[in-house]
């Protein structure tokens, strides 16, 4: 069993899309036609979409997520910090030794909350 895909509500797509891509290196790809509203699949660098943006609006039933974060892995957790560091994104830093590993969160546009870890051997 592996996790497939993410599915975020948005309320601008082309701001959270544009982050994602900045901020995590994932790139815009095909989406197949879906009736309703607008969306975009971004993908990761194996070319999965692994993360599905749909509108929505502001006066949507859909009040709350019910998701705590979104976690993503990387090699290379400097890049990250410097396209924060680049918006002025406020992040924290853990380091978890038990499983060698470099955990920073911080939150998007709309205020999902995410993850991206390396281990510390990748650095």
């Known amino acids: ?5 993410v599915n975020v509500y948005v309320r601008d797509l082309e701001n959270m899309s ?3 891509q900045d901020i995590l290196k994932l790139t815009p790809g ?3 036609s879906f009736s309703g509203t607008p969306g975009a699949w971004l993908y990761d ?3 999965r979409p692994v993360m599905h943006l749909s509108t929505t609006s502001t006066d949507s039933s859909r009040k709350h997520q019910h998701l705590d974060h979104i976690a993503f892995r990387t090699d290379n957790t ?3 910090i410097k396209q924060l560091d680049s918006r002025k994104i406020e ?6 030794p038990e ?3 470099i955990q920073i ?7 999902g909350r995410l993850e991206v870890s390396a281990t510390k051997a990748s650095q």
Do not use: A, I, K
């Open 91 to 96: 992040y924290e830093v853990y380091e978890v």
């Open 1 to 5: 069993m592996n996790l497939d895909h």
């Open 45 to 47: 660098g194996s070319g």
């Open 105 to 111: 969160f911080f939150r998007d546009p709309e205020g």
């Open 30 to 32: 095909y989406r197949p």
């Open 99 to 101: 499983v060698d590993l």
């Open 18 to 20: 544009q982050f994602y």
């Open 78 to 80: 400097e890049e990250v």
